[in-house]
């Protein structure tokens, strides 16, 4: 069996984001990058499977600039064996991403591709449904549990109300939920041993297909200041307050 796993370079989520002084979006220059954490779920998932049996290769791509090439280390020191770098300087928007990852999946035929179910940064949630509607493949999202049997795997899904069970066949998609996994930390040894790990390099242009942006960003504000919290002597006070101040109950 065969895993792809898509994972996408972002700012680090323990850093706070500021947007950039002409509105145009967040700024990302000399940030620290991390791999996205949803993502980090995914390849967690496939490492655990391997580990498990029945997983011959974990194959890892990104696609975004060069040094994406750090975000797919990580993936292979967390125990993926192979990256891909699809490399293009272009803002990568879902559909451009699910359009080059479909031509990955068609060339390497994974039985599973485990994507993360949003990225942090655009908070789109979007990739991995358009793929598995690219590919014609089922999909699964926000899956909390993956137990794979044969040619099909039954699957948890986090949904609003609890849980879904739900039975899909293989080829397929799925989108990892927050509860799938807790990712293992990535040990120095095993960062050494990933750079022995082959990696691939692919320029998005020479693949043939239209990656350009569609959305334009028009406008990105900082979330207005919050005021100073006022200290209460007692519920008494709070009741008046939310009644006559805040005029809410
Ligand atoms: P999104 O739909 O943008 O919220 O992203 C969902 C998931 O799609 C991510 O967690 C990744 O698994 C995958 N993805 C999105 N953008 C990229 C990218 N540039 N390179 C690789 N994978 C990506």
């Known amino acids: 069996m065969k895993i792809l796993v898509p994972v ?31 993502c980090e779920i995914a390849v967690e998932q496939a490492v655990r499977m ?3 049996g029945g997983v011959d290769e974990i194959v890892v791509v990104s696609i975004g600039v060069t040094q994406c090439t750090e975000t797919i280390r990580t993936a292979l020191a967390m125990g993926a064996d192979r990256g891909i770098l699809v490399e293009t300087t272009l803002e990568m928007q879902p559909l451009a991403v699910a359009k080059i990852l479909k031509l990955i999946a068609e060339k390497e035929k994974p039985d599973l591709v485990i994507v993360g179910k949003q990225a942090i940064d655009d908070d789109c949630n979007q990739t991995g449904q358009m793929l598995s509607a690219l590919l014609g493949w089922p999909q699964a999202t926000f899956v909390s549990k993956i137990a794979v049997a044969g040619d099909h795997a039954d699957i948890t899904r986090e949904v609003d109300g609890g849980l879904e069970k739900l039975t899909v066949k293989l080829p397929a998609v799925m989108t990892t939920d927050l509860r799938l996994n ?7 040894p095993n960062i ?31 979330p207005p200041q919050r005021g100073a919290g006022v200290k209460l002597a007692d519920v008494a006070e709070l009741v008046n307050k939310l009644k006559n101040e805040a005029k809410v109950i």
């Open 50 to 52: 391997k580990e498990e």
């Open 182 to 188: 807790e990712p293992r930390y990535v040990t120095l």
């Open 192 to 222: 050494m041993k990933s750079k022995k790990k082959p990696l691939e390099n692919v320029k998005a242009d020479t693949l043939g297909i239209d990656i350009a942006p569609r959305l334009t960003t028009l406008n990105v504000k900082e």
């Open 8 to 38: 996408k370079r972002v700012v680090d989520p323990n850093i706070k984001a500021r947007v950039k002084a002409d509105g145009t979006g967040v700024e990302t220059a000399n940030l620290k990058m991390a791999i996205n954490p949803f």
